[in-house]
C-alpha cells in the first residue's frame, strides 16, 4: 500500500479523536453552566477564565500530536514490505505494531480519564479554592458531569475510531483480536444503557433535588435488565461464532479443507449463512490448492517463483532435477544464480514479453539451453515474477545433429560430380547445385529461372518434351538418356533420373531429379562395341559380328527372295612367311591384305577378318555370276599383289569360296559351313583359285562327318554332356600331387571317350568352339570349388582353345565365377599351345594380362614346337612353359633331346617361369628332369587321366615302382 491512503487513514483517525477529545470539555462546561453546576460569575470574578479553558486545550493539543504519529510504525512496515514476500524479520516486525495497535484502547481511555480528573480541577483552581477543598460536593459534580459527558461523546468517537483502525488489517493483518465483538456489544448493549438511566436519574435528582427508593429500584431493575439481555445476546453471537473461533485458533499450517472442517454453521443468522457460505468457499479453495500443488509439484515444466528482488521463494521438484539444487538449498538465493542472462545489472529480473531461448547455469557449473517463459504477478501489492523453464538440450540435440545432417547433406548436394536440380511444372530451373557448371559450362545464376529446353541440343527437344509430359502425369524417369547444348557449343550425352514432387493434396508441384554427364561413358560403350565387332589388328569387323549380320541377312533372304553371296578367302602363302619371316611380318602382311580387300569391296558389302589369315565378304542383292565375277577380280588382284619384306618380294595369293545365299541356306553355320568347304575344295585345286559350292563338295573333301561332329558338339554342351578329366601333375621338388590338368572328353555309348582331336576341329570351323571353352570354364571352376570347400587342397590347369582370345564373354564369365564361389584365383592355371599363342600374339598378350590381373595363371602348352617362338616369349606375360611331349618322351635315349629340354627350362628359368615336362613315361626320364631342375613332370608313369578326381585325392600313394608296372604306352 503506498502512502497517500495511509495518510487519509491517520488524518480520519486524527479528525474523529481531535473532535471526540472538543467536545468533551466543550459539553461538559456548557451542561454544567447550564445547569447552575458552574458558577461563571465566580470565575470572571477571580480572572481565572483562561487557566479553565488552557487546561482541556492542553490535552487537546497533546492527545492531537500523539495520535497524528500514531501510524508511523505501520508506515515502516509497509515500506519494509515492498522488499520481501516471506519472511521472518517481517514477522518480527509486525509483532510489537499489533501490540502498538492493540493498545489504542488504552491509550484512547487515558486521554479521557485525563479529561474527567483535570477538568474538575482546573474549575476548582480557577475559583481560588484551597487544595484542602478541592473535593467538595462542587468538584465532585464536575466530575461526575465530565465522567458522564466524557463516556457519552468519547464512546462513538472511539467506536468511529475502531472503524478506521480496522482499515489497516487488510494490509499489515490481524495476529488476534483486539476488540471482541463481546465488548462492542457490552458497551452497546450494557454500559449505554446504563449511563443513559444514570444521566436521567441524576437530572431528575438535580430537577427534584432527591432520588426515592422507588425510583432507585426501577434503575436498578433496568440496569440489571440491560446487561441480562446484552450477556444472552452475546452468548448468541459467540455461539454463532463458534466457527469463527475454531478458525483462529488453527495454525498456520492448516490446510483450506481444515478450515472448511471447522467453519460449519452454528446458527440460522446471517452468521450462520456466512460461515455456511466460507465453509464453502474454503473447500472450493482447498481443492484449486491441491490441484495446483499437484500441478506444481508434478508439473514437467520448472516452475520458479521469485520477489521483485529477484530472490527465489518457490522452486518446484522438476526445478530441482533440471537446476541440480534442492529447495531449501536455493530458496532466498538470487534467480542469477540460475538465470544469469535475464536479470539487470541491479540483480531484478528483466521482464520478457514471449518466449525465449536462454542459457541456465546447473549446480555443477554446466549451462543448459532452457526456453524460458517470464510472467509478472501480484501478490498482496507486492510484485513477483513467475519462470516457466523448459529443459531443451534434447531438441537442441536433435537440432544440431538434423543440422549437421543437412550439412552434411548440402555439402553433399553442393560438391557432388551429379547435377542436383530442381525446375517448376513449366520446365523452368529452380535449383542446380554446382556441377552444373562442369556438365553445362554455364553459372548458375545463367540458368536459373530459365527453361531447360533452352540449354538442350534441338535433335533433343521432341523427346524431351515428351518426357515432361510424362512426368507431369506421375511418371518417373530413371536413366533417361539425352543430349544437352554446352556452352562452347558442344553437344554431351547426359543422363536424367526424375520424378514428380506432391504437395499434401497431391497435386504435382514441382520435379527434382539428378543428373550425369556419360559423354565419356558413351564414348567408352562406343569403344566397347567397336572393339567387340571389330578385329583389333586389322579395324575389319569380327567374326562375331559378320556371324550375327549374316543371320540377319539370311531372314531377309527368305522374306524377300533376293540372293546374296558368301566369299570365304584363305591367305595361300601366310604361314610360310609368318613362321619364316616372324610374326610382326605376318601382322604387316594381314594389314596389307586388309587395305588391299577395303580398296576393291564394293560400298555396302561387309568385309571381315573370320580369323588368321582367313576373311569373309557379304555381298548383298548380287546374282550368282556377278558374285563369282567379283571373286576372280579379288582372286587376280592377290595374285599381282606382292609382299615386301627386308628388301625381298614374296607372291601371295588367295584361295576362295563362294557360297550363293538364296532360300535353300538354313542358318549361318549352313552359310558359313558351304563356303568354307568350297574354300577347301579351292586349296585342293592348286590354291589360287575360285570354287563356287555345290553339293558335290561335301564328298570330294568328307566334311559330311564334319558336319555331323558339329550337331555332336552342339547337343554336349547344350545338353551337358562333356565329361572332365584329371591328369595328376607330378612336383619334381616336393614329390607330391596337388595339381591336375583338366581335359575335355565326350562321351560314347560303348564306355569309351572321344578326345579333343575328334571334335575340336569341328567346332572350330563351325563356330561352336566359345561355347565349348565356356562349358569346360564353367565346370571346372565349380568342381575345383567344391573341392576346396570339403578341405581338399587342388589346383587344376584348364585348356582353353586357340580362338579363346576371340571371345568377349569368356573374361567377364571367368571374373564372374571367382566373384560367385570366392574361389582363390591363384589355384586356376589357364593353357594353350604355343602355336595359336604366337599366332595371334597381340591378342594372347592382352588376353594373358586381364587373366593375370584376375589372379590367375597362365602357362604356353607344346614349348619348343616352333622354335619362332623363342623371339616372342620374353614379351608373354606367362607363368608356366609345358615342354613339348615330342621332346621328352624319348629324353633317356637322345642326346639331343636332353640338350633341347635343358636349354628350354634354362631360358624359362631366366625369364622368371615354371617348366612342366610331358609325356614322362619312365622313371629314368623322371630322375634326368630332376637333375635338370625342371619343376613339374606330366604322364602316363605319374598318373593317367581320371573321372573320378576325388577318389585320385584321396588314395594317391606315390610309388613309382607301382606306377611303373602299371603304365602302358
Known amino acids: 500500500m503506498g502512502n497517500n491512503p495511509l495518510q487519509k487513514i491517520q488524518t480520519q483517525l486524527t479528525a474523529i479523536i481531535a473532535i471526540s477529545f472538543l467536545l468533551i470539555p466543550t459539553t461538559s462546561l456548557t451542561i454544567g453552566l447550564s445547569l447552575g453546576i458552574l458558577k461563571l460569575d465566580g470565575i470572571l470574578l477571580s480572572g481565572s477564565l483562561p487557566l479553565l479553558f488552557a487546561t482541556p486545550m492542553i490535552i487537546l493539543a497533546i492527545s492531537i500530536y500523539y495520535f497524528s504519529h500514531y501510524l508511523s510504525p505501520v508506515k515502516q512496515l509497509l515500506q519494509f514490505k515492498k522488499n520481501s514476500l516471506v519472511s521472518e524479520q517481517h514477522i518480527s516486525i509486525t509483532e510489537p505494531i499489533h501490540l502498538h495497535l492493540t493498545n489504542f484502547c488504552r491509550h484512547y481511555w487515558v486521554v479521557c480519564l485525563s479529561f474527567i480528573l483535570l477538568l474538575p480541577l482546573g474549575y476548582q483552581a480557577s475559583r481560588d479554592m484551597q487544595l484542602s477543598y478541592i473535593f467538595t460536593w462542587e468538584t465532585l459534580q464536575i466530575g461526575l458531569l465530565t465522567l458522564i459527558v466524557a463516556v457519552t461523546v468519547a464512546l462513538p468517537g472511539y467506536m468511529l475510531s475502531l472503524t478506521v483502525l480496522g482499515k489497516i488489517s487488510q494490509h499489515i493483518g490481524l495476529k488476534n483480536i483486539q476488540v471482541s465483538l463481546k ?253 552444373v557448371t562442369q556438365i553445362y559450362g554455364y553459372e548458375l545464376k545463367e540458368m536459373i529461372g530459365h527453361h531447360f529446353s533452352q540449354f538442350q541440343a534441338p535433335v533433343s527437344h521432341a523427346q524431351d518434351k515428351r518426357a515432361l509430359k510424362r512426368l507431369l502425369l506421375g511418371d518417373e524417369l530413371v536413366q533417361y538418356e539425352t543430349l544437352l547444348k554446352h556452352k562452347d557449343g558442344t553437344q554431351r550425352h547426359i543422363s536424367f533420373n526424375a520424378k514428380p514432387i506432391y504437395d499434401e493434396k497431391d497435386n504435382i508441384v514441382s520435379i527434382s531429379g539428378t543428373a550425369r554427364d556419360i559423354t565419356d561413358q558413351k564414348a567408352y560403350e562406343n569403344e566397347l562395341t567397336y572393339q567387340s565387332q571389330h578385329d583389333t589388328l586389322t579395324g575389319l569387323l569380327n567374326r562375331r559380328y559378320f556371324h550375327q549380320e549374316l543371320t540377319r541377312v539370311i531372314a531377309r533372304v527368305a522374306r524377300s527372295g533376293m540372293e546374296c553371296a558368301l566369299l570365304y578367302i584363305d591367305l595361300d602363302q601366310f604361314k610360310y612367311i609368318n613362321d619364316t619371316l616372324g610374326h610382326a611380318a605376318g601382322d604387316t602382311l594381314l594389314i596389307e591384305c586388309t587395305n588391299l580387300l577395303q580398296k576393291h569391296t564394293r560400298d555396302g558389302d561387309l568385309l571381315a577378318r573370320f580369323g588368321g589369315d582367313e576373311f569373309t565378304i557379304l555381298l548383298y542383292n548380287i546374282a550368282p555370276s556377278k558374285a563369282q565375277s567379283v571373286a576372280e577380280n579379288l ?10 619384306q627386308k628388301g625381298k618380294a614374296y607372291n601371295v595369293t588367295c584361295s576362295i569360296g563362294l557360297s550363293i545365299i538364296d532360300n535353300n541356306i538354313s542358318s549361318p553355320d549352313d552359310a558359313l559351313s558351304r563356303a568354307d568347304l568350297a574354300c577347301n575344295v579351292a586349296k585342293t585345286h592348286g590354291r589360287n583359285c575360285v570354287h563356287i559350292s555345290s553339293k ?31 591328369q595328376p601333375i607330378y612336383s619334381i621338388a616336393d614329390k607330391n600331387v596337388n595339381d591336375y590338368e583338366v581335359l575335355l572328353r565326350i562321351p560314347l555309348s560303348d564306355g569309351g571317350m572321344i578326345l579333343p582331336g575328334g571334335f575340336i576341329p569341328a567346332a572350330e570351323r563351325f563356330g561352336l568352339i566359345h561355347h565349348v571353352d565356356r562349358w569346360t570354364v564353367r565346370k571346372a571352376i565349380m568342381t575345383l570349388t567344391e573341392l576346396n570347400n570339403n578341405g581338399h587342397h587342388a589346383r ?105 629340354v635343358q636349354s628350354m627350362n634354362q631360358i624359362a628359368h631366366a625369364l622368371g617361369k615354371k617348366t612342366i615336362a610331358e609325356f614322362v613315361e619312365n622313371s629314368d626320364t623322371l630322375s634326368l628332369l630332376e637333375s635338370y631342375g625342371v619343376d613339374y613332370a606330366q604322364g602316363y608313369f605319374l598318373g593317367r587321366p581320371q573321372l573320378d578326381i576325388l577318389a585320385d585325392i584321396k588314395n594317391r600313394k606315390l610309388d613309382l615302382t607301382v606306377n611303373c608296372s602299371n603304365c602302358q604306352h
Not at 635 to 644: E, G
Open 183 to 435: 465488548s462492542k456489544m457490552l458497551l452497546v448493549g450494557g454500559y449505554i444503557p446504563l449511563l443513559t438511566t444514570t444521566i436521567i436519574l441524576g437530572y431528575f435528582s438535580w430537577l427534584n433535588g432527591s432520588i426515592s427508593v422507588v425510583i432507585l429500584g426501577i434503575w436498578a431493575l433496568l440496569g440489571t435488565s440491560s446487561f441480562i439481555c446484552t450477556f444472552i445476546t452475546v452468548d448468541s453471537i459467540q455461539a454463532s461464532l463458534i466457527p469463527v473461533n475454531h478458525a483462529l485458533l488453527a495454525t498456520e499450517t492448516t490446510s483450506h479443507q481444515d478450515l472448511a472442517k471447522n467453519l460449519i454453521p452454528h446458527s440460522t443468522d446471517e452468521i450462520g449463512l456466512l460461515m455456511q457460505t466460507l465453509g464453502h468457499l474454503f473447500t472450493r479453495l482447498g481443492e484449486q490448492e491441491s490441484y495446483l500443488q499437484a500441478i506444481f509439484k508434478h508439473a514437467a515444466e520448472t516452475i520458479i517463483v521469485s520477489n521483485d528482488n529477484g530472490k527465489i521463494v518457490l522452486f518446484n521438484p522438476a526445478a530441482e532435477k533440471l537446476f541440480g539444487y534442492k529447495t531449501k538449498d536455493i530458496a532466498h538465493n538470487s534467480i542469477s544464480k540460475l538465470l544469469p542472462l535475464i536479470v539487470n545489472e541491479e540483480g531484478k529480473p528483466i521482464m520478457i514479453e514471449d518466449k525465449i531461448e536462454s542459457q541456465a547455469m546447473r549446480h555443477d557449473g554446466y549451462s543448459v539451453p532452457i526456453k524460458l517463459n517470464i510472467s509478472k504477478l501480484r501478490m498482496n501489492d507486492r510484485i513477483c515474477y513467475a519462470y516457466l523453464v523448459q529443459d531443451i538440450s534434447k531438441r537442441k540435440a536433435a537440432e544440431a545433429l538434423l543440422q549437421n545432417a543437412e550439412d552434411r547433406y548440402r555439402t553433399l548436394v553442393e560438391t557432388a560430380h551429379d547435377l542436383v536440380w530442381s525446375m517448376n511444372t513449366d520446365g523452368h530451373w529452380t535449383y542446380l547445385n554446382n556441377a
Open 635 to 644: 582372286r587376280d588382284l592377290f595374285d599381282k599383289y606382292r609382299f615386301y
Open 796 to 900: 587344376f590347369a584348364i585348356n582353353l582353345s586357340g580362338r579363346a582370345f576371340e571371345d568377349h564373354e569368356l573374361l567377364p564369365l571367368i571374373a564372374n565365377l571367382l566373384k560367385e564361389t570366392g574361389l582363390d584365383p591363384q589355384l586356376l592355371t589357364f593353357e594353350i599351345t604355343e602355336t595359336e599363342a604366337i599366332e595371334n600374339l597381340t591378342s594372347a598378350t592382352s588376353f594373358i594380362c586381364k587373366l593375370k590381373d584376375l589372379g590367375c595363371q597362365f602357362a604356353l602348352d607344346d614349348f619348343g614346337s616352333g622354335f619362332s617362338s623363342f623371339n616372342y616369349l620374353k614379351n608373354l606375360p606367362v607363368d608356366i612353359l609345358k615342354i613339348d611331349g615330342s621332346f621328352v618322351q624319348a629324353l633317356n635315349k637322345t642326346h639331343v633331346d636332353q640338350a633341347m
Open 696 to 726: 558335290r563338295d561335301e564328298e570330294k573333301m568328307g566334311m559330311s562327318e564334319d558336319m555331323g561332329w558339329a550337331a555332336r558338339v552342339r547337343d554336349s554342351y547344350e545338353n551337358d554332356k562333356f565329361q572332365l578329366m584329371y
